[in-house]
């Protein structure tokens, strides 16, 4: 039997700057000497990357995720809880020092957090944007904004399953001021890595006001 110290990461991540910065967060575990498996959902017939390098173990849970709105709102209130509860189950079997949780993108927060029996760690980047920035951003019509009132049960998800979380991590100093006031929980800031050897100052060029955005391509944004 293995005698280094062992980590769990859970997440429902598609991709994004999320995904890449938890693979970072696994790249520096693994450099400090942890063993790394990596729990995750998956959607049925979805053609999605979500396993991740420099890990020990990965354990896969395929969802059949309805896709009528009205049905799949119920799905995420009953069913998904009594998923990710399993999940913990297997989770808490295990000697993990602890347990790095991302975002599921059906809940921000996932259930998961709830039932684990382990120290919580959430990687928690930005709340439920769409219950707390002006509605105009996120639901420009009046179809959006009724999918929007629908679902305002997962809000009251989010905010419960954050609150289950024993330290939040988040990528900015902003994003800290929002998690206080939303969750009414205090934030450590790490910002995310960048490798130094590739980006570093070139003082040749001549400083301009200009403002870069890196993300992924979407009207909100």
Same mark, same amino acid.
């Given at each position: 039997?293995?005698?280094?110290?062992?980590? *769990?990461?859970?997440?429902?991540?598609?991709?994004?700057?999320?995904?890449?910065?938890?693979?970072?967060?696994?790249?520096?575990?693994?450099?400090?000497?942890?063993?790394?498996?990596?729990?995750?959902?998956?959607?049925?017939?979805? !053609?999605?990357?979500?396993?991740?390098?420099?890990?020990? #173990?990965?354990?896969?849970?395929?969802?059949?995720?309805?896709?009528?709105?009205?049905?799949?709102?119920?799905?995420?209130?009953?069913?998904?809880?009594?998923?990710?509860? $399993?999940?913990?189950?297997? &989770?808490? /079997?295990?000697?993990? #020092?602890?347990?790095?949780?991302?975002?599921?993108?059906?809940?921000?927060?996932?259930?998961?957090?709830?039932? +684990? /029996?382990?120290?919580?760690?959430?990687?928690?980047?930005?709340?439920?944007?769409?219950?707390? $920035?002006?509605?105009?951003?996120?639901?420009?019509?009046?179809?959006?904004?009724?999918?929007?009132?629908?679902?305002?049960?997962?809000?009251?998800?989010?905010?419960?399953?954050?609150?289950?979380?024993?330290?939040? +991590?988040?990528? !900015?100093?902003? !994003?800290?001021?929002?998690?206080?006031? +939303?969750?009414?929980?205090? *934030?450590?800031?790490?910002?995310? *890595?960048?490798?130094?050897?590739?980006?570093?100052?070139?003082?040749?060029?001549?400083?301009?006001?200009?403002? &870069?955005?890196?993300?992924?391509?979407?009207?909100?944004?």
């Amino acid at each position: 039997m293995s005698s280094k110290k062992k980590v *769990a990461v859970f997440h429902n991540l598609p991709g994004g700057g999320s995904y890449r910065v938890m693979q970072q967060l696994i790249d520096h575990l693994v450099g400090l000497g942890y063993e790394v498996d990596v729990y995750y959902t998956t959607e049925k017939g979805q !053609s999605l990357k979500r396993s991740l390098n420099n890990v020990l #173990r990965t354990y896969e849970y395929k969802l059949s995720i309805p896709r009528n709105l009205i049905v799949r709102l119920i799905w995420i209130l009953c069913v998904l809880p009594n998923i990710h509860k $399993e999940i913990a189950k297997k &989770i808490n /079997k295990k000697a993990y #020092r602890f347990v790095l949780i991302n975002h599921d993108y059906l809940t921000k927060s996932p259930y998961v957090i709830k039932f +684990i /029996k382990h120290k919580r760690v959430y990687v928690l980047h930005e709340p439920q944007r769409e219950f707390y $920035e002006p509605a105009g951003i996120h639901a420009p019509d009046l179809k959006k904004r009724i999918a929007n009132m629908l679902r305002y049960p997962i809000k009251i998800v989010d905010e419960n399953n954050t609150k289950n979380a024993d330290y939040i +991590i988040c990528n !900015s100093t902003y !994003s800290r001021q929002i998690i206080k006031k +939303i969750y009414k929980k205090d *934030a450590i800031l790490l910002y995310p *890595a960048v490798d130094k050897n590739i980006f570093k100052p070139d003082r040749s060029i001549k400083k301009e006001n200009l403002i &870069i955005v890196v993300g992924t391509i979407s009207k909100v944004k």
